[in-house]
């Protein structure tokens, strides 16, 4: 901390999601010549936090300032013009341009009012050159270079904003080894130059190598910020975890032998996938953990018949299973079902009734050759709205008009009401209120009990704690830990997650 | 932002706004021949029911558009589909006259579904590529003439015959309406056509099989203009070049001004008949006050924007 007064504060700043909080009452600043690592879970508002700093998103309440002046941006243009640039997580780039245009794509240099190609070319080479990489050609499309070349790109651009205050969300995720080090030279040199960089990796070690400072968010609240050294690994994690425990999970049963349902074996897709064994019985609830992207979206997919190239073996009930497309894995012997990530877009029908959602998955059940029996089709959705006692007034109302966690009930009921065997849940309780968890905790746990085969995935630990018979972490692709029974804990989790090994409270974790 | 779905019943708004329309076209008309020749011959029920027939053969074909316009498609190939079926059918002759045609429009819908659902091409450049094809094989095999084959007594019954003092063509699109309503609302694959159209990731993810069902529809299009391609050859007595040139934007107007979402997914059956009905009497409204051709035109294309400012914008928001 070179300066006394913070380029960047925020005093009580708020938002809000549709009910949810992604950050409450938050005080945040950062100074000028530093890196400052944010730390925090999953969901913690890390993202939200840099969003708000960077125009994206406009906080409900608080106060920013930049520089001791009060501002409200309201895109990310503006923040750019008072120096806040910020390198996110999703690339920002135009595939079908060059690499100079995109360096220059928001204020590229003219002449006589049109754009100079000469000049962006040699801006872009000088921008290049400054994180020495004149290996990427300015004329090459942004689509023909690798993910890491591209990423290298993306910090060039965000260089050329002559930023005061760089934001690296994630920025480093994708690079080789080399980049690293250049872009942590980067960094160096820019805290000479009285630059505010604010960093978040989910990697430990580039936090620990690279911050001089570190802050930890969790729940959407500021928890701590400390001088780099002041705390181990272990209280790191314990500040990301925190104590509270705010849901209440059904008992879980005393470890019993489970026939064998679920069979997978080497699968591996692309390089998201790489080698997953798992069994999972009959009756029995397993957590996949980690971090988000780490392959646990793709394996419930690939599961479904959504991916191809997939190579491995998987198994159902001993009967191979190889669904081409979610139509065949709802099924016949297979019997999936799987209540996908993104509710809004691939749950549901937002604008069509309630009724046309819960029947979506199962028309062959409540009709006579071609034609819907309405009577069939009647009480089938009374049936789920019942089983998940969605509360709406009438089934005929668009399920917009829903609750999220009613909505995410009529995503569930639709696909009980064909009956599965395997359930595939990626991330079912994200952004819906405390109530509706339990009740989707309970109901999962008596599908267990009725000898379903449940593979949740969650970005929430706790929960993965409290549901879970065992949990799988995944990282990089690869399942790095299973945990059962009393070894589940958020301690053994979170290490697992950032592969890191040597926190105290993990006895006998596999290194991976 | 406002509610992005007011009410449960935002879907008959358009079908009201459209009724109300074709009573203002009606009273407009009325007045001016009242006030021109003193007689009001629109509201005569020969006149309603001759207007019908006329608006059978575009009623048939708008019902098949809807379909793939429910799914966020468009057929631009219905124009040549009629005329390739018309000159198939008057071809052919005989007994196999309407088999042949019809086939002519599965045909036609097989290769427009293979395209858009298995090939991924958008509707949009595949159905308008497949007209040409179709208006090439068409040139081809007529020499570019007329043919001189006339349309089989069958389809001459089917097209201007009466039943009962009411054309016989106003039964056939009324089976058609019946058909493709009792589809859409009481059949499986029909409400997987809404399904589909309103997102079909979530539809594929709930497994419905998405690419089957905008084969299916693509045919039901294309029958659909074969149909009415056959019937209005019987009524001509016989096909001939670009004959169903002037039915392709009435058609995509008239499933629009009912109602239906050009992005897809929501709409009923019954907007699709309104739109008809509206199209087919502002047409022959305009021209029995005499309106210049020219005048025509831009009174025609100014309504159909303007029914579609008053109702059109509002559902956008759909995330």
Known sequence: MTADHPIVQLSGVSKHFSGTRALEGVDFACFGGAIHGILGENGAGKSTLIKIISGVLQPDSGEMRVNDAPVSFSNPTQAVASGIVCIFQELSLVPDLSVADNISLSSPPRRFGLIDPRAQRRRAEKLLARIKCEDIDPNALVRELSLSRRQ????????????????????????????????????????????????ISHRMHEIEQLCDTLSVFRNGQHIQTFPKGTHSDGEIVRLMIGREVDAQYPPRPAPAPRPEHLRIEDLAWENQLNGINLSIGK?????????????????LLGLFGVLRGMSGRVSIAGKPCRPKSPAEAKQGALRIALVPEDRKTEGLMLAMSIADNLMAASYDRVSDGPFINAAKAKRAVEDGIAKLRIKLGSPEDPVATLSGGNQQKVVIAKWLMTDPDVILLNDPTRGIDVGTKQEIYRLMRDLADQGKTILLYSSDYAELIGCCDRVMVMYDGEIVASLSGDAITEEAIVAASLNVSDTQTMPGLPHA | MKLAFPSLKSEDKPILIASAFILVILSVGTAYTVSTQGSAPLLSPNYLLQQLQTGSFLGIVAAGMMVVILLGHIDLSVA???????????????????????????????????????????????????????????????????????????????????????????????????????????????????????????????????????????VVSGVCAAMAGV???????????????????????????????????????????????????LNSVLSIMQMPEAGRQVIYGAVIILMLLVYGRGGKVHS
């Open chain 2, 231 to 281: 019937m209005l050859a019987g009524y001509s007595a016989r096909a001939f070049q670009g004959m169903g040139n002037a039915f392709l934007l009435p058609a995509i107007a008239a499933v629009v001004i009912g109602g239906t979402r050009i992005l897809g997914g929501q709409g009923r059956y019954a907007g699709t008949l309104v739109g008809v009905i509206l199209i087919v009497l």
């Open chain 1, 283 to 299: 009756g029995e609830i397993v957590g996949l953990g980690g971090l988000d992207g780490q392959g646990q979206k793709e394996l």
């Open chain 1, 152 to 199: 290298m790109v993306e910090i060039a651009k965000a260089l050329g904003k002559d930023p005061k205050v760089l934001i690296l969300d994630e920025a480093t995720s994708a690079l080789t080894s080399r980049d690293v080090e250049t872009v942590y030279e980067l960094l160096a040199d820019l805290k000479a130059q009285n630059v505010a960089s604010l960093f």
């Open chain 2, 80 to 218: 040549w589909t009629m005329t390739a079926a018309a000159m198939m059918a008057t071809t052919v002759g005989g007994d196999l006259a309407i088999p042949v045609g019809i086939a002519i429009g599965v045909g036609v819908g097989l290769v427009n579904g293979f395209g858009v659902a298995y090939l991924r091409v958008p509707s949009m450049i595949f159905t308008l590529g497949v007209d040409s094809v179709l208006r090439g094989l068409m040139v081809a095999h007529t020499g570019g003439f007329a043919p001189q084959d006339a349309a089989t007594p069958l389809m001459r019954t089917l097209a201007s015959s009466r039943l009962m003092g009411i054309p016989s063509a106003i039964f056939v699109w009324l089976a058609v309406s019946i058909v493709i309503a009792v589809m859409l609302k009481r059949t499986a694959f029909g409400r997987q056509i809404y399904v589909t159209g309103n997102r079909e990731m979530a539809a594929y993810l709930s497994g419905v099989r998405t690419r089957r069902v905008i084969l299916g529809s693509f």
